[in-house]
């Protein structure tokens, strides 16, 4: 069965510096997709930013982008100038091609922006 | 819609009392999931639909869960019997294809008291 670990249950940054969020995951599967996921206090989830597996270049949205590593099944989360509004739970979780569709979420990590 | 709706935003229920919750997609979306996010944070899948057809329903205690979509009207996720465990927020969430991105929608949040 495939698993997604985050081994960080709190990290802090400062607001405009850049913190990196890890993710590792373990599956036999060599075709998924990778997500994070920012969960504020509202509690609703928002898509951060979405890795297909085949795709060897690392995805990027604005400031959030991903670091890749397929052999190593390691999907980090880097935030760059960061700000206040990205204090919230980031979820890591994995698709896999066979698993008909759901999401396996990590643990989760809380990031707090210091001002 | 343009939006995952979820209704209601909370509800309250004793142990033994029923809970319906529902879920209305993004217009042109097929794939329905729902989860269940407990009070340490993590995610449970529960049941996955593919328009009106169950397509996972790998994650639901069968016993007092059950979960329907039908043409024409919101999901709906239901717990007879709910016990204190059942406290959680559930959420729904849809995609156009099956291992597309699942957007998510507000949630309900269930206690049982």
């Known amino acids: 069965a495939q698993t997604v670990t985050q081994s960080q249950p709190e990290m802090s940054v400062q607001e405009a510096e850049t913190v990196t969020l890890s993710c590792t995951y373990d599956?036999?599967?060599?075709?998924?997709?990778l997500f994070w996921y920012k969960q504020p206090p509202s509690r609703q989830m928002i898509l951060v930013i979405r890795?297909?597996?085949?795709?060897?270049q690392n995805a990027t949205e604005n400031r959030f982008s991903v670091n890749f590593q397929k052999a190593a099944k390691s999907f980090s989360l880097k935030i760059s100038d960061s700000q206040l509004g990205d204090a919230a739970m980031y979820f890591c979780?994995?698709?896999?091609?066979?698993?008909?569709?759901?999401?396996?979420f990590g643990q989760g990590t809380t990031l707090q922006v210091k001002p | 819609g343009e939006e995952v709706a979820q209704t209601p935003k909370h509800l309250v229920r004793g142990e033994g009392q029923k809970a319906k919750l529902y879920c209305a997609p993004i217009?042109?979306?097929?794939?329905v999931f729902w989860y269940q996010q407990v009070l340490k944070n993590e995610f449970k899948f529960l049941i996955s639909?593919?328009?009106?057809?169950?397509?996972?329903e790998t994650g639901m205690p069968k016993e007092r869960f059950s979960a329907k979509c039908l043409p024409n009207s919101p999901c709906s996720l239901e717990i007879q019997a709910t016990k204190l465990e059942d406290s959680a927020v559930y959420f729904c969430?849809?995609?156009?294809?099956?291992?597309?991105?699942?957007?998510f929608g507000p949630g309900t949040r269930l206690l049982v008291l």
């Open positions: 969430a849809s995609s156009r294809y099956v291992q597309e991105t699942q957007y």
């Open positions: 599956t036999s599967e060599s075709d998924y997709y």
């Open positions: 890795q297909e597996a085949y795709k060897q």
């Open positions: 979780a994995y698709c896999g091609s066979s698993n008909t569709g759901k999401l396996i």
């Open positions: 217009k042109g979306h097929s794939y």
């Open positions: 639909f593919q328009n009106e057809n169950v397509f996972d």
